[in-house]
């Protein structure tokens, strides 16, 4: 099969839709699947080359890359929100994407009342789509709630934010961004729980499971909401985005040991393969203790990759990103 590279973006999702057909005679499942185009570091000539082929719903992982973006698009597009999203930055995204339609990773209390605030704040009538993430391969390093938090979660939002609709439940692959049939499986007694609890039926409840790895598994097993990227547009390139401090140094994928250090240089630890890592702030590096545990997503081995890090105080205060960079070491 040929690569993204190879081929236009406009091919690229035919030969996606096809598959989520073929998948979808498969599966058990007749409710209609999404297909959310993931965008992140694409320039905004790749998403209109995707919005002329008739892609209508995208998602972004940075809340700046889709402020930059949603204002210079069609306004029908329905923009996903589909990484980590840090308190301090619900307001920013509310605010500048008119056209945002769903919020896939609410993964607290706090987030779900700082996003139902935020969309009552700026006048919106229709509530906010969210979905609940939940970390279905327990792995310390993925954000989202425990499986047996989803329930005292989805009822909060039920119950407290009037301005949130609970579309649904999301997860994140494992380490090589692809889940076992396990973790699926279990996002799937996840609704069922949910649902009983909320009194309503289980395909009311939408499944965001599979991305470019595994979404043909994911739709055979029920998933309704795929995130497909680099299949679409190519593999990612941080090139232009990606702020160095110094010479990197080599640290093994992980988890923050939580000391004081700066922005410049994160000390981590954990499992996998070893890698460089370097780290910046977008204004200029600085001391401060950091506040409790960094959690890493996976690195995709040779590919630098970015993260938003919001435990920095400073950071936070000053709502300034700081980004981590992962390469692999040779």
Known sequence: MASAEETTVAQAIEGVRSRMEQASA????????TLVAVSKTKPVEALQEAYDAGQ?????NYVQEMVDKAPVLPKDIKWHFIGHLQSNKVKTVVDNVPNLTMVETVDSVKLADKLN???ELAGREVPLSIMVQVNTSGEESKYGVEPAAVVPLVSH????????KLAGLMTIGMQDYTSRPENFILLGQCREEAAKALGVPPASLQLSMGMSGDFEQAVEMGSTNIRVGSTIFG?????????????PQKYTQGIHVGTPNTCGTREVHGQSNLYDWTADSSESAHQQPLIGPIKVPPVEEGVAQQY??????????NSSTAYMTAVHAP
């Open 26 to 33: 498969r599966s058990s499942n007749k409710e209609p699947v």
């Open 308 to 317: 938003n890090i919001d435990d920095c105080s400073t950071c936070a205060m």
């Open 56 to 60: 209508r719903v995208f998602g972004e």
């Open 157 to 164: 939002i039920a119950t407290s934010c009037p301005m949130l």
């Open 235 to 247: 593999a990612r390139d941080y090139s232009k985005k990606l702020p160095t401090a110094g010479p």
């Open 117 to 119: 605030n935020a969309w």
